[in-house]
């Protein structure tokens, strides 16, 4: 079997060619979307492995109203649940080097999140693993996050594979124009190298990689019926991704697309930003950003920043630092402001990722909602936060105007003025990012595709080229 995969920032998701249609394959309970997470327990436990015949017998017994596929989906999370309960445990990780070493289970997905927020002590999380795969990381860092992306490829692999009941060795991964990170055209080959040998290890004979931006245009192409050119927006949690592109009829069939792809833009920014920009303007306040000393001058705002951007690893290892506690306990000594109080329990906590959660929530509960009140009970009992609408377009304005350029570079580069808009990825749910696109083009069609699907379609798209 062939698949396109996308290893997204805050998202994965696989599937293949149906009847001539790329389909999504459910592999995390049943849904076809499973977060870009994972959570190694301290106490190692042998990894789920059940036979066919056994997985057969839990489907009968589920509710058939669901097609197949999703039902063998439902049961394999079942019963990897009803193994970790009942499973004894062989040994007892001293890191998460430790752990990846000692191959036991791995717990992915929303589960592995709300396992680590149960209780961040008895574990490793690991959330929006490619965020790191193109940054400044040592050699040993590099040998973890390549574990870390073997783990996923595996568990994908092998979710799809089950739910087809067919081995899967053919794949094209969608890539970023730009992975995140400050090292360039250099951390986008690590990036590639961690990605392809995570992808080779884990078991796909044949690996090729397609920029996000062109697989979503794929995907966009299959229902056009004249030739346009587009330009094509992908929002995504840790990038965005601008490419102008022929597309049509008259170029789908076509073996090498390189001369309809007339550029490629991208950055290094995406949802995850967004929700640090808002956790440092409207939650960081209520932490004590704007705390003053007793002597009259401003606390300095360097730890807030560092606090909530959780996916710089510098920013993190400086935070986590035992002289960093000692700076906020005497930040709390030298001022009045018992706000500062919150700050110490954020980092004593290891608080930052749930902050970083709560500010995304409150981004996602703002596509509904004009106010917000997020619960941030974890922090102090009774302490929540009001967001508005309007505080969180105000907070990302320099994000969206980054956005707004790469659109123009893209166009640019192309030299040619596009017909059409096509926007993708999660990011691009929010009403705000929307309000704002259709200001940037005022006249230009503007086509949304589906927010979370579109990229692997075109992935799948690719690989039935490649592979059939
Ligand atoms: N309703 C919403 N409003 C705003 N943002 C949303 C909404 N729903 C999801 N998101 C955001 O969408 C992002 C995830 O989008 P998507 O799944 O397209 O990213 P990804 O493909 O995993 O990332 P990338 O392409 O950058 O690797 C997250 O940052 C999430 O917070
Ligand atoms: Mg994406």
Redesign the pocket.
Known sequence: MYAGL?F????CSIGTMVENEPTLIPIDGGRTRLS?CLFIEREVIKPFDVARSDLMSRVSTLDSAQNTETLISIARKQMQAEHRNKAISFKQAASIVDALKSNGDVIFGEEAELTHIDDPESGFYVKSP?SFLGADINKDQQVVFTRIVEKMLAHIKQEAESVKNEELNDVVIGR?VNFHGLLGNDGNEQALAIIGEAAQTVGFKHVEFLM?PVAAAYDYERQLTTDKMVLIL??????TDCSVIKLGPSYSHLEDRQNCILSHTGRRI???D??NKLALMQFMPHFGKDAVFKTGLPVPSTLFRQAVSVNDVGAQRDFNLVRTGREIEDYCLRSNDTRLRRLQQLRDGKFGLRVSRSA?QA??DL?DNTLVDIPMDYIESGFDISVSRDALAESIADELSKFEMLMHEAIQQAGVQPDVLYVT???A??PV?QQWINGVFPGMPIVVGD??GS?TSGLVTQAARLFK
């Open positions: 996308d997204g920032t805050s998202n870009s490619k970023p996000e992908d929002l995504g949690g840790g990038t995406g949802g995850i967004l929700d995304e981004k996602i596509s990825g999660g990011t749910m929010s990012v927010h979370f990229v």
